[in-house]
């Protein structure tokens, strides 16, 4: 008979400072990898339209319109 082991998620809330936002309050929830023992997926999230997923859009937006610097040069 195939084992089938099944591991529990954890979940929860962590409120992250970010000096560029204020800030943002996320959910998040640990996932385990199929046929490993130790290492998970952590998947953190906003609720859609509430004031922390517009503030962690404006970090998102604030970090990617920032050039990269790559060898003492800009680049972007």
Not at 24 to 42: E, F, H, R
Not at 50 to 68: F, G, N, Y
Request: proline share 8%; aromatic share 4%.
């Amino acid at each position: 008979m195939a084992r089938h082991d099944v591991r529990e998620s954890v979940s929860g809330t962590k409120t992250f400072r970010v000096p560029e936002a204020g800030d943002i309050v996320l959910d998040w929830d640990t996932y385990p990898l199929p046929g490993s023992s130790g290492p998970v997926m952590l998947v953190l999230t906003a609720e859609p339209g509430s004031v922390d997923a517009d503030r962690l859009q404006l970090l998102a937006s604030l970090h990617a319109t920032r050039p990269a610097v790559v060898g003492g040069s800009s680049v972007g």
